[in-house]
Structure formats: C-alpha cells, structure tokens
C-alpha cells in the first residue's frame, strides 16, 4: 500500500463523491475538493464560518456544508463553482442536513427536532414536515427501489406513526398507518430488494416489527415465554436484501429471514472463551520490534482482558509506538475479561453496537462494545457460523468493509491500518513521516480499476492506494 501526504482536516470531515472522482475535505472554513486519483485540487470553497459537516449529493454534482451553529447551510456545485447557495433556519435552529436522493431537495431539521425543512434548489420552494420524532441517526430513511422516504413521527398524544412520502411528486404524503405493537419506536430499517420496513421498540424490551408500505403487519417477533430481556441496540439488512441481522443489548445477534420475517437459528452470544478448537481462527495482534523479536514482557503473559483497554486507560495504551505489529494464530483457549459497564451512566457502552456487511453479503463483522478490541466475522456459508476472530491491542474506532471486494478495514487510533480478507490479514504502518498521524476514522473510495482508503484522524487525513495485485 502507497500513503500520500499528510493533509489538515478539522473534526474528521472528509469524504470520497459517491461516483468515487472526487475527494472533499475541511479546513476550518475552507472547503476543498481534490481529485480522488492524483489528489490535485480541483476547488476551494470559502465559507462564512467554521464547517461542522459537510455531505456529497448523490450525484456528486454539488456539496453541502452545514454550518450548525450559524443555523445555515451553504452549497457548492462543481459544474459551475461560480454558483452557490445559502440557507439559513433563522431562529428555528439546526441540528442536521441531508440529501434526498433526487440531489436537488435539502432536508434540514431544526432544533429539538421540531420540524423538517424541505428546500427544493430548483423551484425554491420550501415545504415543512411536522412531528418528526428524535432518532439516531435519523428519524427518516430512502427507499432504494423507489422514490420514497419513511419518516418516524411522535405525535402529541404520545404515539408513534410512519408517514411515506413520494419526493418525486413534490413530496406528497401516499401512506400513513400507526405501528400499534410499539410503545416507543427507537429504530427504523427500509429492506433494499422491497417495500418493507423493519422497526424495533425502546431498548427496555426486546420487540421487532415488519410492516408493508400500507401498513400491513407481516410479523411481530419478542422474546419467548415472555423472558425480561433488553431491547434491540442496531439492525441491518444484508446487501441482498435476504437476511437481516438484529444486535441486542445482551450482547447478542439474531437473523431473521425475508421470506417469513421469522429468525432462522437461535441468537448467537459473542462467547467470552475463545477456543481455536471451535471451527473458527482466531488472529491475534502482537507487537514486534524492529528487530524481528516479539516483545514479551510480563503483561503479555497473564490472561487477556478486555478491561486493560477501557475509557479510563486508553491514554496510556495509545501512546504512538516505533515498533510494528503482526497478526498471530493462536492455537488454544483464551479467556476474555469484558469491560464491566457503568450502568448509572446515560446510554452506558453495552450490547452490540456494529453490524458491518462485506459487498458480497457472505460475511457479517459485528463489535460488542464489552468487548470493545475485538472484531468478530460471521460467515454465511454454508451456514451462519462464526468463522474469525480478530484481536487488537487497542479498542477498535471504526470498520468498514471495501466496496468492490470482500476485503475489511478497521483502525484502532494508531498509525496503523488493518486489512483483513478471507486469505489473511495485515498490520500495515503509516511511513515514518506519518508516524504521530493517529487514525480514527476509515472511508473507502472505488473508482476505476484502482482502491483508495482515506485514513482520518482528528486534525490530519491521509489517503492509501491499494495494489490489487499485491495487497491482502
């Protein structure tokens, strides 16, 4: 793998166009758009105050940057840099701004998610949504089959209802119905192959939901025997639309089928003892100096622990190392110690917390945040088993999987990036030059016959190119 340069980049905005030639980043007040390829600049957009996100349209024609606490938002188009726009939510506040799919209406939600603010760019005509209810990340989700959009509301008898509106029909209303089995809706889900919505309750109890556009209810699915159990933390569908995999607070995953909306196996538990007997690898990171020689002080000898890497001693963990490190397989049983979650804590790091799926659909990597520097890898073939475990020294910061290829990358705020494939996996340092660049956050890009990762970190951004023919 080929590193650039280091650039400067403020709060970690930094993103590849969805067709994959450009590569946008922030710089306080400054915009600036580079070829994703030679990384030459190709725009700089000044703004009227610091950029707290910016975001591409889905046509990669024009950009957004929300300046949050100026309740505004300025757009840049790259067909004509001569052109912008402004718009500002006043008094109402601002909390977020998004694309429809169309890229050329703007939703922006105003503070305390009092409404949602449609802003057309061609005809400026400015429509309002009321009642949209407080989610993460959103309280709306697109259809990828038609041009639709799902909004969650909270109305003012305490109820929750999903609205269907049609974007391409100047965003008229064409479904309404009240999901009656939640008491307090938390999450939504739009199946990718049909019109189907996947919902979940509060995470006070386990129940998920499927409904039609009409609101016709094709399964309701709770714990058995009626079992106090934690509610659900994340759900995804799979690439293929076949399966959806749910992540619980108790740790735990379960698939359900698209055909009857049913879970297919029991929930699988992310086991605290890891056995190389068990039918899946187990790959463990370990630090060698640059002599070849593992290191092999007495810490690496007593059992593993989960807890050595908690919130309260990360600082002395992420310390920028000289030395390397590689993946180890390790043969025999290893006992992890999870993090004990401070319960008294709002929103407490407990339960699954990241489902990620390979391009394919084939593999699942999940991360229960008890156990928060290892990164397990489901494998759907033949049948949904757990097929490896990776081990890093450090809490992993984000997973993703590359877009083309059933090949993963995960950081673990090092200057470090690792890539795993179903052929091996690689430990591969940032040069010498970028040896203090820590990074936080990974973005992959696809464009042409070449693959280009950018490495973000808080105040710096780096971006690797990826050999096809050599690299893991």
């Known amino acids: 793998m080929n590193f650039s340069e280091l650039f400067k980049v403020t709060s970690r905005q930094c993103s590849f166009s969805p067709n994959g030639e450009y590569l946008a980043s922030v710089n306080q007040y400054r915009l600036i758009i580079r070829s994703s390829t030679t990384l030459e600049i190709i725009n700089l957009f000044a703004c009227i105050d610091t950029i707290e996100n910016i975001e591409w349209s889905y046509d990669s024609r024009l950009i957004s940057a929300g300046l949050i606490k100026r309740n505004a938002v300025q757009i840049f188009s790259l067909d004509n840099p001569e052109w912008k726009c402004k718009i500002d939510e006043g008094s109402a506040g601002l909390c977020n701004v998004h694309w429809a799919p169309d890229s050329r209406h703007i939703l922006t ?47 003012n008898d305490s109820t929750d209802h999903i609205s269907i509106f049609d974007y391409l029909s100047n965003w008229s209303m064409i479904a309404h119905f009240q999901p009656s089995e939640l008491e307090d809706l938390q999450g939504i889900e739009w199946s990718p192959i049909a019109d189907v919505l996947c919902l979940w309750e509060n995470s006070y109890e386990y129940k998920i939901v499927f409904y039609t556009l009409d609101g016709q209810l094709l399964n309701v699915y709770k714990q058995e025997n009626d079992r106090l159990s934690l509610g659900i933390r994340c759900a995804r569908w799979s690439p293929t639309g076949q399966v959806i995999v749910v992540g619980d607070y108790e740790e735990r995953i379960t698939v359900f089928s698209y055909l009857t909306y049913k879970k297919i196996q029991e929930s699988f538990e992310h086991p605290q003892k890891l056995s190389s007997g068990k ?82 659909g084939r593999y699942v990597a999940t991360i229960n945040d008890t156990m928060p520097n290892l990164l397990f890898i489901f494998d759907f073939k033949p049948t949904f088993r757990l097929a490896f475990v990776l081990i890093q020294l450090q809490p992993i910061r984000c997973v993703k999987w590359e877009p083309k290829r059933d090949h993963l990358a995960l950081c673990t ?12 996996a690689s430990c591969i340092n940032l040069p010498d030059e970028s040896s203090k660049h820590t990074i936080d956050e990974i973005k992959w890009n696809t464009f042409s016959s070449s693959s280009s990762i950018a490495l973000i970190g808080q105040e710096t951004m780096c971006v690797g190119f990826i050999d096809l023919n050599n690299d893991i």
């Open 109 to 155: 939600t105003a503070q305390f998610h009092l409404r949602i603010t449609v802003w057309s760019l061609t005809s400026k005509n400015v429509s309002y949504i009321k009642y949209p209810k407080k989610l993460l990340p959103s309280s709306y989700v697109f259809s990828s089959l038609k041009p639709y959009m799902a909004l969650v509301e909270r109305r």
């Open 279 to 360: 039918g899946y690898a187990i790959l463990k990171e370990e630090e060698y100096n640059s002599d070849g020689q593992e290191k092999t002080d007495q810490s690496q000898r007593k059992p593993y622990s989960s807890s050595a890497y908690s919130s309260s001693t990360v600082s002395q963990t992420e310390k920028i190392s000289s030395a390397e490190s590689k993946y180890i397989i390790y043969n025999g049983t290893l006992q992890i110690a999870p993090i004990k979650p401070d319960l008294d804590r709002a929103n407490p790091r407990l339960g699954v917390s990241c489902i990620e799926y390979s391009c394919s």
């Open 413 to 424: 705020h090092n200057n470090r990036v690792y890539i795993w494939s179903p052929q091996g």
